[in-house]
């Protein structure tokens, strides 16, 4: 969260020794500090998460007990920097599951996808707290990644599509344009063959891609086009966000690594 100038992170498996709501918050160096615990119990392979203006939004289907029970109720939550607070309600047409969200601009978030509602988007206006259906994506999906691009749009790329014939990956990878509200297919070269859990993130209107299965960095550049970022690899194949978070952190935070 940049107004705590810190890395945040909430929820745990639930056991006889947790509530699943506990909350941290990392500043650099060796040690994580303890933040307020949230009001609710997130799933944690079906929670997402997006840093707005407002403050850090985590939404998604609600832990009860045990390891992974999870029920299909949604929970939506915001931590101002001091106090937790409730969140914005999910779509009428009902709860998206494995969806994601890109904060926009200073008013703005965009939900797009998931689970039943596919090819669904909507924009959340957080001064009016009222969401609007926008244009839909060009092909369905869940289990995708999104990032914003500061005064232009959002992207989302790969993931996956049900329907009668069976799962199957999703390849493509769509650009929204907030001016038009549009969604258009982008060139995906092939990498998201492996695209369910997708990670997108986004640091100086450079997009990241990271990629279950791979060990590979690759970074967009402004015609849309995925290269591998060079003289960088992760320390382990990455296992799609259900189960790997990723952010990006200032260079203070690294603690000298490379």
Same mark, same amino acid.
């Not at 933040?35 to 609600?62: K, N, R, Y």
């Given at each position: ?45 079906? #929670?997402?998460? /997006?840093?707005?203006? !407002? =403050?850090?939004?985590?939404? $998604?289907?609600?832990?009860? &007990? *045990? ?64 969401? #609007?259906?926008? /244009?839909?994506?060009? !092909? =369905?999906?869940?289990?995708? $990644?999104?990032?914003?691009? &500061? *005064? ?107």
């Amino acid at each position: 969260m940049p107004d705590l100038g810190a890395v945040v992170a909430c929820g745990e498996y639930l056991n006889e020794n947790s509530a699943g709501g506990r909350c941290w918050y990392y500043k650099g160096g060796s040690v994580w500090a303890h933040l307020p615990d949230s009001t609710d119990s997130h799933c944690p392979q079906a #929670t997402i998460d /997006a840093v707005a203006d !407002q =403050g850090w939004w985590i939404m $998604g289907f609600e832990q009860t &007990e *045990g390891d992974t029970t999870c029920t299909e109720d949604w929970n939506s939550e915001l931590f101002t920097g001091t106090d937790w607070v409730p969140g914005p309600a999910h779509p009428p047409n009902g709860f998206p599951g494995y969806y994601c969200v890109a904060t926009l601009n200073d008013t703005h978030s965009l939900l797009t996808g998931g689970y039943l509602t596919w090819t669904d988007s909507w924009l959340y206006n957080w001064e009016a707290d009222d969401l #609007t259906e926008t /244009a839909p994506l060009n !092909q =369905g999906r869940t289990f995708h $990644g999104c990032a914003a691009l &500061e *005064g232009r749009g959002a992207l989302v790329a790969g993931g996956t599509f049900t329907d009668g014939n069976g799962t199957f990956n999703v390849t493509s990878v769509e650009f929204f344009d907030s001016a038009t509200e549009r969604w258009s297919l982008e060139p995906a070269l092939g990498l998201f063959d492996r695209a369910a859990g997708t990670t997108l993130l986004t640091a100086d209107q450079t997009v990241l891609a990271l990629l279950p299965g791979s060990d590979q960095v690759f970074q967009l550049d402004r015609d849309f086009y995925w290269t591998p970022l060079q003289g960088v690899r992760l320390p382990a194949p990455f296992n799609g966000y259900s189960w790997t978070k990723a952010v990006l952190v200032p260079d203070n935070f690294a603690l000298g690594c490379i």
